[in-house]
């Protein structure tokens, strides 16, 4: 049973998991092994539960203790519930609670990229991209669109940063994921060679001359594709382009030379993430090829 905490002050003993602490301090917090991250919204805290993260504390508004969020209090068992009312959580958390649920949880430790991609066809691969809109963005358009695993480079935003999560919708917790490596110097070598070796082809998306057209036929006949996508302002590094069997770029309309990096994945993603082997038969994705 929730053991219900009511929250009256700025200050009240045991709501800093939601407010003095920032996120950088969550991730490295030296009494969890692993840290913790916030969740917001009950859709979003479901997706994380039903995804095996285990929750450490609640907070909400007083009015969902027996609305909303009333499921998610059966499945969290005995945690604290600091709730109060909406301008006093405010105030506590710096910015207004969505949906007026906040789950303090227990990060999981990561997997080996191996192990992550062990029956993946399609991978993305994200260097160095830092806006947790964009990291959200694509983590999402990556679980719509038939990626089977997300990569990311040392430098990447941390995916369960509180916006990354927010705007992923909890697609953060239903795609496997990982570092590809752990420091800076591992990448691009040795992880790409590492990537390849697990049998990926590389797609670099790049704006260059002489990169072939997302929709080449070559691409979607590929059994195993890994497309990698780069920093919201440089793009991908030169050396890991020339480390890349293929660079692809997006046809585009209207003298437009570019799109952001989210919207692009999201076209990469719908593109390529159709070739390669057949979905097994009788499945979603297959009806809809055979309409």
């Known amino acids: 049973m929730a053991r219900i905490v ?42 994380a539960l039903d995804g095996g993260y285990e929750p450490v504390a609640l907070m909400m508004e007083r009015r969902h203790l027996a609305g909303q969020a009333e499921a998610l209090l059966c499945r969290c068992g005995e945690i604290p519930v600091y ?27 990561l997997l080996p990229m191996e192990q992550v991609c062990a029956s993946a066809r399609r991978i993305a691969v994200l260097e160095g991209i830092v806006d947790s809109t964009n990291v959200g963005a694509i983590f999402r358009s990556a679980a719509a669109l038939n990626m089977d695993a997300v990569l990311l480079t040392p430098t990447c935003g941390d995916p369960l940063y509180r916006r990354a999560v927010r705007v992923s919708m909890g697609t953060v917790f239903q795609i496997p994921w990982t570092r590809i490596v ?26 260059r001359e002489d990169a072939r057209l997302l929709d080449d036929p070559e691409l979607m006949g590929k059994e195993k594709l890994a ?11 030169a050396d890991t382009i020339a480390s890349c069997d293929y660079t692809v770029r997006i046809p585009m309309g209207h003298g437009v030379d570019s799109l952001n990096v989210a919207a692009a994945s999201a076209v990469a993603f719908w ?5 390669g082997a057949m979905p097994p038969a009788g499945s979603e994705t297959q009806r809809r090829e055979a309409r």
């Open 83 to 109: 709730t109060g009312e909406r301008e006093i959580l405010a105030g506590i958390t710096g910015y207004a609670l969505t949906r007026g649920v906040l789950c303090a949880m227990r990060r999981k430790p």
């Open 6 to 47: 009511e929250i009256t002050t700025l200050d009240a003993p045991g709501a800093e998991l939601f407010s003095r602490l920032t996120e950088a301090q969550l991730r490295h917090c030296r009494e969890e092994a692993e840290g913790l991250f916030i969740a917001e919204s009950p859709k979003v805290i479901t997706r």
């Open 182 to 207: 752990q420091r800076g110097d591992q990448w691009p070598h040795p992880g790409m060679e590492r990537l390849q070796a697990l049998g990926f082809q590389t797609v670099a998306m790049a704006l």
């Open 227 to 237: 497309i990698l996508l780069g920093t919201e302002g440089d793009g991908l590094g």
């Open 271 to 275: 593109q390529l993430g159709r070739g």
